[in-house]
């Protein structure tokens, strides 16, 4: 189970804090739907759809490219197998920029 799940209502990230869903549970994402984006933008609209009733006071354009939107702005070369790699990675974030 990923440390990065959201607090509701206000849809922060258990993980990090950062607004929901954060950088590495989108890495954690897109590593788990790699073959199925299909399955993940049906994943995420069951979040939006939650978000939505939470978040009223936010606009409904914003709150679609939060939950929804992001996967389009994700690198091709991240949709394949080894993308899973990537969580380990993800874990230890401030070393990753450090090494890179
Ligand atoms: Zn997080």
Redesign the pocket.
């Known amino acids: 189970m990923s440390m990065?799940q959201p607090i509701r209502p206000d849809w922060t990230?258990a993980?990090?804090a950062?607004a929901w869903p954060?950088p590495?549970?989108q890495r954690q994402l897109i590593a788990h739907y790699h073959q199925a984006p299909v399955s993940l933008m049906i994943h995420l609209s069951g979040y939006f759809i939650e978000a939505c009733q939470d978040l009223r006071q936010a606009a409904a354009g914003t709150l679609h490219e939060r939950f929804l939107g992001w996967p389009a702005h994700i690198p091709t070369e991240h949709w394949h197998a080894d993308a899973a790699n990537h969580i380990d990675d993800a874990r230890t974030d401030g070393q990753h920029h450090a090494r890179s």
């Open positions: 990065h990230c993980g990090c950062a954060c590495t549970r």
